[in-house]
């Protein structure tokens, strides 16, 4: 017997009723968030002196543009490139003999204009050995690669194969790298990870690459930014919490400590940054500019990460860039007009992120393909390699 | 081998027919019209009978993309992942070979190899070719998912410009026509209506 979808079926019943009639109350909170949003674009500096002298226990976003502004696309550059880069990966496998990993990039370069041109590459590489499957310290120390580590090794690798076939981009056309996913490396945030396992992978690892992109704007327009659809994240309603708190300075270990509802803030819980632009915006707009105030932010430096939401017409998407990019209206013109462009040509995500995808993406055949592959060669070279017993009795359904 | 000439490449073969994948999504050749590829000692001829524009991957599915755009043009100029994303193919019915500089229109000893280079044919490569109408008898046995009917006849249009004289080419083809289908005259009829239009 596999998964009883009857026995599901009620649950999910259940959870539909709760869910309607959490459905008003939400619409209400809603409601409220996008008046003090509206009440908060007035009183724009008393909000900024808030939002810096706060201590809450949520994330906000810090301010760099007026928090009521809204703005149309500016209009597209006549020729221009986009590098769309996504990855997917075989991880380490603890009931096979051999650790080893696989990357699998998808890298897509599309060119518009007068001279439209397309180039997929797919891109596997293996990691295997001690040298490669493991973050090491000048002092001996050693931390292997696997589970969330490699995750976020894939997206430095992600990074580097962008800034790769952004780098060697026509000459003198303006260029968008576009990622999916956040710029921010969530996975190092809140972890305990020794600090030159940070240091190799955000300090010598992701922002180097983003070091080339920098670099790169010298002699060329060229920007970098990510693509998150259906964003969860509520920095900028928790800083609409902010506003509406009597307290000032606002710190909530002070005076509301314990407190999960009755809040003076709760009056707009739950609201999430999607949900308020999505009532403020219009179609093709973006929102303001913001930074992200995440502790690992501080060590992006001249990278630091700030986002913007964009109206999508069906849904409100983040866009995450450094904070070159944000301060150079050119370069943040052509990142919004060409990701709205890259999602009319993708029905709704960009286009170059859904083929870089369909490059990247390795399915459950391509896995069991893979380890049979790793076994035969292994053997015909005489190297016995084992899986436990526990995946033997998983691939040999006996009854 | 004149590069101009290489349009394709055989993805999938057999003794009696050969599939292959164009270079261009444009490229195809016509319906009836002669291409030549390599077997394991000889050159192998065959003749256009079926081609197909489609997604690469099974699964994913075209759709219409131009509601707003001016031309047919226009689309692909706006989505430069289409041509990498699309592809042309075509199959060949296998009508004869060339071994020690003689054309035979018989079934080659193999198959024409896979990967091997498919070319177009030059006016003088048709013109050899068809001096022999031998493998008409061929064309007309195979049991082709396509009218045969209409592949002969377009075959035999093309064939008969590469002649000095069209009109006494097209004669002859008809005498060897009426000759295999005595037996069919409504088929023979049908045929010979096809090359007088």
Known sequence: MTLDITQVYRQVEEMAGEMKNRRADYGRRLATATEVLKSAATEQEVLRHKVERAHTSWLLAGLKEDIGLHKAPASLPSDFCVVGCDGSHIDVDRHHSERLFLFNMGVIYLRYGGSPDAEFISSPTLYYGEERQNIRSTGGQQVAIEGPLLGIKRGVEECRSLADRVCSAPDGLPVLGLIDGSLIMWGLVGQRYEDFVIKDLLDEGLLKQFDRFFELNKTRQAALASYISFPRSADVANVLRLQICPYDPVDCDRHCQGKLEGRPCDEIAGVIDRALFGKVLGDRERSPVFYSTSSINTRYGIHKVCFFYIGMGEEVARVEVPEWVADDEALLNLTHAIILDQCDKGFGYPVCLSEAHEQAVVTGTDRDQFWDLVDRVLQEDNIASQRSLKQRSKRVRWI | ?197
């Open chain 2, 1 to 197: 081998m004149d590069l101009k000439q290489k349009i394709a490449e055989v993805i999938e073969t057999s003794n009696s027919e050969f599939m292959a994948q164009c270079y261009e999504l444009e490229g195809v050749p016509a319906l009836g019209s002669l291409v030549r590829t390599r077997g394991r000692d000889c050159d192998i001829y065959g003749i256009v009978y079926y081609s197909a524009t489609h997604s690469l991957e099974p699964g994913r599915r075209i759709i219409a993309r131009g509601q707003n755009a001016a031309t047919d043009r226009d689309v692909f100029k706006a989505n430069p992942q289409l041509a990498r994303l699309l592809v042309s193919d075509f199959k060949a019915l296998v009508i004869g070979h060339r071994s020690g500089g003689d054309v035979k229109q018989y079934l080659p000893p193999s198959p024409a190899l896979v990967y091997a280079f498919v070319y177009t044919s030059t006016d003088e490569e048709v013109r050899q070719f068809t001096q022999s109408l031998n493998f008409l008898s061929l064309m007309l046995d195979s049991r082709l998912p396509v009218a045969t009917d209409e592949v002969v006849a377009a075959f035999l249009r093309s064939a008969g410009h590469t002649h000095p004289s069209s009109q006494g080419f097209l004669i002859r083809a008809g005498k060897e026509l009426a000759w295999l289908l005595s037996n069919d005259i409504r088929r023979l009829d049908s045929i010979l209506k096809r090359l007088s239009q």
